[in-house]
């Protein structure tokens, strides 16, 4: 499975950015595919997942409400909407696929992108 990142870029507290993962190779509908992200200094926190069937999605505390994360069957892309974006939700954003059941637990995702940049400033 090969995941390629899109859409990191610079934008203001309060403002959106919209992030695309397109993923190729061999995924099965009950495999899942999250996004993670790293503040500079810190570890990979989970962001958000969504079952490659699309019929289910599990969020992070601190971005529930905010994020929504999305697929689309005809591009084979996960999209990660960010509205209401903070200061702190900068960090390198990587999408991630994996072949157990969805989950948040980093160790379980097989397959990681090159990761894209977000920076939120104040």
């Known amino acids: 499975v090969q995941l390629v990142e899109s859409g990191g870029g610079l934008v203001q507290a309060g403002g959106s950015l919209r992030l695309s993962c397109v993923v190729s190779?061999?995924?099965?509908?009950?495999?899942?595919v999250g996004w993670f992200r790293q503040a500079p200094g810190q570890g990979r926190e989970f962001v958000a997942a969504?079952?490659?069937?699309?019929?289910?999605?599990s969020y992070g505390n601190d971005v529930m409400g905010r994020f929504t994360i999305s697929r689309d069957n005809t591009e084979n892309t996960v999209y990660l909407q960010m509205d209401g974006l903070k200061p702190e939700d900068t960090g390198v954003y990587y999408c991630?696929?994996?072949?157990?059941?969805?989950?948040?637990?980093?160790?379980?995702?097989?397959?990681w992108g090159q990761g894209a940049q977000v920076t939120v400033s104040p």
């Open positions: 969504i079952k490659w069937s699309g019929s289910s999605t």
């Open positions: 190779g061999l995924i099965f509908s009950k495999d899942t």
């Open positions: 991630a696929a994996s072949r157990a059941p969805i989950t948040a637990v980093e160790s379980l995702y097989t397959y």
